[in-house]
């Protein structure tokens, strides 16, 4: 089988938005690599840290609720195996529109991938609204918790500062930031769950 080259045009379901998104694609007899980007600024959409195209069947650990312009279902969940990652890669493959290697060239010139350093990492894949909202709902059930918790969490956080005894206050405003840190790393499905499992402990 030759080596070819797509583009796929679609939609992504995030909480209650559906966000325009770019699968471009290069695949030959062994395998099928994509970049996934926001095809109004080109930003990569792989939220996972990484700074060049992937292969489909690990996007398909990472991305659900994906249609196609007009509005099909290609994708309606996120795979936890290897059968649904090759499903995965079949739909996104026979969707997509084939270019020629100079187009695919030219496209993959255009993405913006995620700089390297640590803070540039916390990728835009997620609003900071949406971010936002969950970090209200878990700061309701962070009132709860003791201010020890919130000192044995934030134990690995470096402070510029002279080392001094922090306030409550202060612990509680750094974990946040963290979590809010590591919150933009992680999709709709990701934070429903983190959200979960904070509602049992406190209920706990």
Not at 8 to 23: E, Q, V, Y
Not at 137 to 147: Q, S, T, W, Y
Request: one cysteine or more; a positive charge.
């Amino acid at each position: 089988m030759p080596d070819f080259y797509k583009v796929l045009d679609c939609r992504i379901k995030r909480w209650n938005r559906m966000d325009p998104t770019r699968f471009i694609i290069y695949a030959n007899e062994d395998t099928a690599i994509a970049a996934v980007v926001d095809p109004r600024t080109y930003e990569s959409l792989d939220h996972r840290k990484w700074t060049g195209p992937r292969p489909l069947k690990t996007l398909a650990y990472n991305f659900a609720y994906i249609f196609d312009n007009k509005g099909k279902v290609l994708v309606d969940k996120r795979a936890t195996n290897k059968d649904e990652s090759d499903a995965f890669s079949r739909s996104i493959l026979k969707a997509g529109v084939e270019i020629s290697r100079e187009d695919y060239l030219k496209e993959m010139d255009r993405v913006v991938w995620p700089s390297k350093s640590s803070d540039a990492l916390l990728m835009r894949s997620i609003s900071p609204s949406s971010t936002n909202n969950v970090l209200l709902r878990m700061g309701e059930h962070a009132n709860l918790l003791p201010a020890a918790d919130y000192a044995s969490s934030i134990s690995d956080v470096r402070y510029s500062e002279t080392p001094k005894k922090l306030s409550s206050e202060s612990k509680r405003e750094s974990l946040i930031q963290k979590i809010n840190r590591m919150m933009r790393q992680m999709d709709s499905d990701d934070l429903e769950r983190l959200y979960s499992y904070t509602s049992k402990i406190v209920e706990d």
